[in-house]
């Protein structure tokens, strides 16, 4: 029970640190911006954003699975 612990502690700050590099990654270069491609950038931001919080949701929820599967 400790390693799933371990592995789910792990996989949150590894979420939390991808979406602190999508965040600042994207309001550098939206900084550098203006106009329509400054809305673009946002939203590009926004997107891989959520697309880094429904990807680490999706291996947590296989890697329960697989611990469901075996036990």
Known sequence: MDADRTWLLSRI????????VVGLGGAALGG???GPPG????LGTVLASV?????NVDQMIQ???TLVETN
């Open 13 to 20: 700050l590894l979420t939390w640190a991808e979406l602190i």
């Open 32 to 34: 550098t911006v203006s």
């Open 39 to 42: 809305l673009i950038v946002y």
């Open 51 to 55: 697309s880094v919080l429904l990807y």
């Open 63 to 65: 890697q329960r699975l």
